[in-house]
């Protein structure tokens, strides 16, 4: 994909940066996590 786009890979997954941490692109068609969803999967979590 970065050869087709003329690009690093680095900044062909990139989405940005945060705090210094890259974000990568969401894809199409998926919905965004939320911190209800990240909550659910920790709780579900064996421990």
Do not use: F, H, W, Y
Request: charged content about 20%; glycine content about 12%; overall charge positive.
């Amino acid at each position: 994909m970065a050869k087709q786009q003329d690009k690093r890979l680095g900044k062909t997954i990139s989405g940005g940066m945060r705090n210094g941490i890259p974000l990568l692109s969401p894809c199409p068609g998926v919905p965004p996590i939320t911190l209800e969803t990240v909550n659910t999967l920790r709780d579900e979590l064996p421990g």
